[in-house]
């Protein structure tokens, strides 16, 4: 049997996918980074190699061989002193070099991790989105960058005849990472500062054991040139705090403040940002992309043709906070500040 190349294998959702395949007894390939760290996949029975998707020899190299490919590897960051660097380029330029290899090793199909963020936000939570929806008016680098990859995934599939298609998930979460992704963070940073206010607005939560079972779903019944969202429960950022502190005893924001108050004080972690050197914890364009949205997403397709299923936002969230709790992720002063709900105990 050929080996399935999984890109980002190090990554949260390229390394649950790498943990499944693994547990179904397939031959895997984990592409890392030359300065990755390998110790999340060194257990899983996994081939690890190297490479650089930005580097069309490397990447051909580790494709040379696959039968298929999971390409999840992308630039996933919300900010960045050079977003063309370390966030558009990886995704689309990546993506393509990723994908032009695939065309040229013959490999019967890739999956393409996306993102709902590609299908765009709603200002009123009645109005749930399907893939039949584009983002037409994007802020943030990081999804102006995926809307540009998934058309350029999908547009040199049209092209080549290569099997593709492309996975959208939502706001992922759930345990098993060996860093804070720009998901997890935002849980992180409620466990260990709190949150003084909250927004209006609501988000799609999905676990990445979901996410991760969806894409071997995907590879299997998918159709080609098709787009599947992989969300989950729809829940609103004053339910997601108050999911949080009913399972960590933390207090809850009860201050929902103006979005016009959010995105000034994103502007005053902006400039005090730039004299310190420091990445802001918000700035405006995640603002101008989430606050006030509603990414809600209907999995209508993704449960019809793949057969998707997803945890509750509770149990997502269990996960989540038992993870970042056990493994050393939250501060011994905030962990000493919590009354754990006794449902996180062996959570994941």
Same mark, same amino acid.
């Given at each position: 049997?050929?080996?399935?190349?999984?890109?980002?294998?190090?990554?949260?959702?390229?390394?649950?996918? +790498? $943990?499944?395949?693994?547990?179904?007894?397939?031959? &895997? $390939?984990?592409?890392? =980074?030359?300065?990755?760290?390998?110790?999340?996949?060194?257990?899983?029975?996994?081939?690890?190699?190297?490479?650089?998707?930005? %580097?069309?020899?490397?990447?051909?190299?580790?494709?040379?061989?696959?039968?298929? /490919?999971?390409?999840?590897?992308?630039?996933?960051?919300?900010?960045?002193? %050079?977003?063309?660097?370390?966030?558009?380029?990886?995704?689309?330029?990546?993506?393509?070099?990723?994908?032009?290899?695939?065309?040229?090793?013959?490999?019967?199909?890739? &999956?393409? *991790?996306?993102?709902?963020?590609?299908?765009?936000?709603?200002?009123?939570?009645?109005?749930?989105?399907?893939?039949?929806?584009?983002?037409?008016?994007?802020?943030?680098?990081?999804?102006?960058?995926?809307?540009?990859?998934?058309?350029?995934?999908?547009?040199?599939?049209? =092209?080549?005849?290569?099997?593709? +298609?492309?996975?959208?998930?939502?706001?992922?979460?759930?345990?098993?990472?060996?860093?804070?992704?720009?998901?997890?963070?935002?849980?992180? %940073?409620?466990?260990? $500062?709190?949150?003084?206010?909250?927004?209006?607005?609501?988000?799609?939560?999905?676990?990445?054991?979901?996410?991760?079972?969806?894409?071997?779903?995907?590879?299997?019944?998918? =159709?080609?040139?098709?787009?599947?969202?992989?969300?989950?429960?729809?829940?609103? /950022?004053?339910?997601?705090?108050?999911?949080?502190?009913?399972? *960590?005893?933390?207090?809850?924001?009860?201050?929902?403040?103006?979005?016009?108050?959010? $995105?000034?004080?994103?502007?005053?972690?902006?400039?005090?940002?730039?004299?310190?050197?420091?990445?802001?914890?918000?700035d405006r364009s995640q603002v101008d992309e989430f606050?006030?949205?509603?990414?809600?997403?209907? +999995?209508?397709?993704?449960?019809?043709?793949?057969?998707?299923?997803?945890?509750?936002?509770?149990?997502?969230?269990? =996960? *989540? &906070?038992?993870?970042?709790?056990?493994?050393?992720? &939250?501060?011994?002063?905030?962990?000493?500040?919590?009354?754990? %709900?006794?449902?996180?105990?062996?959570?994941?």
């Amino acid at each position: 049997m050929k080996p399935t190349l999984v890109t980002g294998a190090n990554g949260h959702v390229g390394n649950n996918i +790498c $943990r499944l395949l693994a547990e179904r007894g397939e031959p &895997v $390939r984990a592409m890392i =980074r030359p300065s990755a760290d390998p110790r999340p996949l060194e257990t899983l029975g996994v081939e690890i190699v190297r490479g650089d998707i930005l %580097d069309p020899a490397s990447t051909a190299a580790a494709i040379a061989g696959a039968g298929r /490919v999971y390409h999840t590897a992308a630039g996933f960051l919300m900010w960045s002193k %050079d977003p063309e660097r370390d966030i558009i380029r990886p995704s689309v330029e990546g993506t393509r070099n990723v994908l032009e290899a695939a065309v040229k090793a013959g490999v019967e199909k890739v &999956v393409y *991790t996306s993102t709902t963020g590609t299908m765009g936000f709603a200002a009123t939570p009645d109005r749930v989105i399907d893939e039949s929806h584009f983002n037409e008016h994007p802020h943030t680098h990081y999804v102006r960058g995926k809307i540009a990859a998934e058309k350029e995934a999908l547009a040199i599939a049209a =092209r080549t005849g290569l099997p593709l +298609c492309a996975t959208n998930p939502g706001l992922i979460l759930g345990p098993r990472f060996s860093k804070v992704s720009e998901s997890v963070k935002q849980i992180a %940073d409620f466990l260990n $500062r709190g949150a003084p206010l909250y927004f209006e607005g609501g988000f799609s939560v999905v676990d990445v054991e979901d996410v991760a079972r969806g894409s071997l779903a995907a590879m299997e019944k998918g =159709r080609s040139g098709e787009r599947y969202i992989l969300a989950g429960e729809n829940l609103t /950022v004053k339910q997601l705090f108050d999911i949080l502190a009913a399972l *960590t005893g933390l207090a809850a924001p009860t201050i929902k403040a103006p979005v016009s108050v959010v $995105r000034v004080l994103a502007a005053l972690m902006e400039f005090a940002a730039k004299l310190t050197g420091s990445r802001p914890m918000l700035d405006r364009s995640q603002v101008d992309e989430f606050a006030g949205k509603y990414g809600y997403f209907d +999995c209508a397709k993704a449960k019809r043709d793949l057969g998707y299923t997803y945890l509750s936002a509770r149990d997502t969230l269990r =996960r *989540t &906070v038992a993870w970042l709790v056990d493994n050393g992720f &939250v501060t011994e002063r905030r962990r000493q500040a919590m009354k754990l %709900d006794p449902s996180l105990v062996n959570a994941y």
